[in-house]
Each structure stands twice: as structure tokens, then as C-alpha cells.
């Protein structure tokens, strides 16, 4: 929703040719309405409203500004790898984010700059076998920005807990 998977992209230009399926075109329920739920809580927040295609590029534009933070990391995958080894890259990111935090710092991971990844390697010139998952902007919050964190499920829903 925010990550750009609009038609087009903010400038116009063609997205360049995705390397992997961000979502899958019929993403069923429950994880089709936690996604529209999440959808409505971010753009609500900044005031978009759902049929305002303009605002909601413009809100997506920002991803390509890292959000205003001052540094970026970008997570590639060597594309020979299979489904299961896409947990270590989660992990490796997700330790990466816990350590951020312990720093004082911010993130927000981005599968949007998979969408430029050809500019991203004009920058970055990773070796051929990888591909980019994602980038990350990093900084400090703006607190002043007064954003809500968007919502979660609730655990009865994602864990089941079984009395031995
Ligand atoms: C792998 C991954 C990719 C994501 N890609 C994007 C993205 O491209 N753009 C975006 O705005 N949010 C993206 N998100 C969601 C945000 O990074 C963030 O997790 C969400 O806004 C919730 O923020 P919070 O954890 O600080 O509450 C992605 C999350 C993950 C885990």
C-alpha cells in the first residue's frame, strides 16, 4: 500500500521489472484485510483519503526519500537461493533492526526500493548473482510528526498455545 504498488511510479517512469513477487496478485484473507486495515490506518493518518490516487502517490513518494532520514541500508539475497533461506534474510534484518533500537535509533524496512533497483545498483554495484530485497531508512524519529504506530493482530490470532 505504501510501498508504491500503484500503476505508476511517482515521476512517471516505468517501475523497473520486479525480481520477485512483493505480494501475490489474490493475497487471501486474513492477510488481504490486515493489509487494507493497514492501508487505511497509514494513509488516515496522514489525511489521504482511499480514493485521492495523487495523495496516495505522493505519500508513497517519500519512500524514495528514505522518509527524510539521513541513511539508508539495502538488503540483497543471492537470487540462487530458495524460499526457505528468505527466513534468513528476515532474521538477518530483524537483528539488524533490534540493534538499531538498542542504539536510540529508527527504521523502517522498504521493499518500495525494489522497485528502482537499477538505480540503487548504479549506486551500490552489487555483484550479478545478487538481487535486492529491500532498503531501510534509518535515523531518529520525528517525533513531532505524531504518527501512530499502525496496528498488530492480536496474538490469539497468530499463536495457538497448546496445554500440555
Ligand atoms: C520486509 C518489509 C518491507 C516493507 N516495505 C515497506 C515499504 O516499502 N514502504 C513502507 O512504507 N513500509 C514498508 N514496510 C512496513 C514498514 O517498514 C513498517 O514495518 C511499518 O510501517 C510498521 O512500522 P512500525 O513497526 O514502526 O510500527 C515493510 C515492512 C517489512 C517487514
Not at 115 to 120: C, I, Q, T, Y
Request: charged share 25%; net charge negative; glycine share 8%.
Amino acid at each position: 500500500m505504501t510501498e508504491g504498488d500503484e500503476d505508476a511510479s511517482p515521476t512517471g517512469d516505468p517501475w523497473d521489472e520486479a525480481e520477485y513477487v512483493q505480494y501475490p496478485p489474490d493475497v487471501k484473507s486474513p492477510y488481504s484485510d490486515r493489509r487494507s486495515a493497514f492501508g487505511e490506518q497509514r494513509y488516515g493518518a496522514l489525511d489521504v483519503a482511499r480514493e485521492d490516487l495523487e495523495g496516495r502517490r505522493r505519500a508513497a513518494s517519500a519512500n524514495w526519500q528514505c522518509f527524510g532520514a539521513p541513511a539508508a541500508l539495502f538488503c540483497y539475497t543471492d537470487r540462487e537461493l530458495g524460499p526457505a533461506q528468505w527466513s534468513d534474510v528476515g532474521m538477518y534484518l530483524q537483528t539488524v533492526m533490534l540493534l538499531l533500537r538498542a542504539e536510540g535509533l529508527h527504521r523502517c524496512p522498504q521493499m518500495a526500493w525494489a522497485k528502482f533497483r537499477e538505480s540503487v545498483s548504479e549506486i551500490v554495484s552489487p555483484p550479478d548473482e545478487l538481487m535486492l530485497f529491500c532498503g531501510m531508512s534509518i535515523g531518529y524519529e520525528d517525533a513531532a510528526q505524531g504518527l501512530e504506530r499502525t496496528g498488530r493482530a492480536p496474538l490469539d490470532e497468530t499463536v495457538t498455545f497448546i496445554d500440555g
